[in-house]
């Protein structure tokens, strides 16, 4: 049976190596109730571990959010694919936490966790009303595959993201969005680099 340590009223595994260890540690300091002042950050992580990325976090005791979208029962050839509930965006996670570099390169000791979005030193915070919003536009529906949106947008043209935790960056149309529903690949603008996301056609805006 493995064994546990408490380390800031957390279990960590006792066959957890010293390096995810120290990172465990880390990120135990800025849990919920660790009465620092905390901000909302994106952390990239392995598409399709979204969930067990926010599971692994509540387990520490880490605020975590990933908001769902509604995929619509649908034939995909001879097969009928059922409903399905997935991540709004692929390959990230909402965390509240501290802004400590120190805590905040404590979530590589989480599996599937790649980065947080500005860099450890230089995180780009999210404001609580876009975090707000975002959530409310997800349990609205509004970015459920089947919704019908207002715009229509082309490939190779820039656009905002409107909402989630990229509001206000520009983006440049790679595929998608002729119909006026559905997902659009698009190009972000983050810190001096182009990356590539899936985003729903709700979330975007003319400029």
Same mark, same amino acid.
Not at 47 to 52: C, I, N, T, W
Not at 148 to 174: N, Q, Y
């Given at each position: 049976?493995?064994?546990?340590?408490?380390?800031?009223?957390?279990?960590?595994?006792?066959?957890?190596?010293?390096?995810?260890?120290?990172?465990?540690?880390?990120?135990?300091?800025?849990?919920?109730?660790?009465?620092?002042?905390?901000?909302?950050?994106?952390?990239?992580?392995?598409?399709?571990?979204?969930?067990?990325?926010?599971?692994?976090?509540?387990?520490?005791?880490?605020?975590?959010?990933?908001?769902?979208?509604?995929?619509?029962?649908?034939?995909?050839?001879?097969?009928?694919?059922?409903?399905?509930?997935?991540?709004?965006?692929?390959?990230?996670?909402?965390?509240?936490?501290?802004?400590?570099?120190? *805590? $905040?390169?404590?979530?590589?000791? &989480?599996?599937?966790?790649?980065? =947080?979005? #500005?860099? /450890? @030193?230089?995180?780009? %915070? *999210? $404001?609580?009303?876009?975090?707000? &919003?975002?959530?409310?536009?997800? =349990?609205? #529906?509004? /970015? @459920?595959?089947?919704? %019908?949106?207002?715009?229509?947008?082309?490939?190779?043209?820039?656009?905002?993201?409107?909402? #989630?935790?990229?509001?206000?960056?520009?983006?440049?149309?790679?595929?998608?969005?002729?119909?006026?529903?559905?997902?659009?690949?698009?190009?972000?603008?983050?810190?001096?680099?182009?990356?590539?996301?899936?985003?729903?056609?709700?979330?975007?805006?003319?400029?």
């Amino acid at each position: 049976m493995m064994q546990h340590n408490q380390i800031s009223g957390v279990a960590i595994g006792s066959g957890v190596s010293n390096d995810r260890r120290i990172k465990l540690e880390s990120l135990a300091l800025g849990r919920a109730d660790c009465g620092l002042v905390r901000r909302w950050f994106a952390v990239r992580v392995a598409s399709g571990r979204e969930k067990a990325v926010e599971k692994a976090l509540d387990d520490y005791g880490v605020e975590a959010l990933v908001p769902l979208r509604r995929i619509p029962e649908r034939r995909h050839g001879p097969r009928l694919v059922p409903e399905q509930w997935v991540p709004v965006i692929h390959g990230y996670v909402l965390v509240c936490l501290p802004v400590n570099g120190v *805590i $905040l390169a404590g979530l590589l000791g &989480i599996d599937w966790v790649s980065g =947080v979005v #500005g860099g /450890y @030193d230089r995180p780009r %915070p *999210i $404001l609580d009303r876009e975090v707000n &919003i975002f959530k409310e536009l997800s =349990v609205s #529906g509004t /970015y @459920d595959l089947d919704a %019908p949106v207002a715009i229509v947008v082309r490939v190779g043209e820039r656009v905002r993201v409107a909402s #989630g935790p990229f509001a206000g960056r520009m983006a440049v149309v790679e595929g998608g969005g002729t119909k006026g529903r559905g997902d659009v690949v698009v190009s972000v603008e983050l810190f001096g680099a182009e990356v590539p996301m899936t985003l729903p056609l709700a979330m975007l805006a003319k400029l």
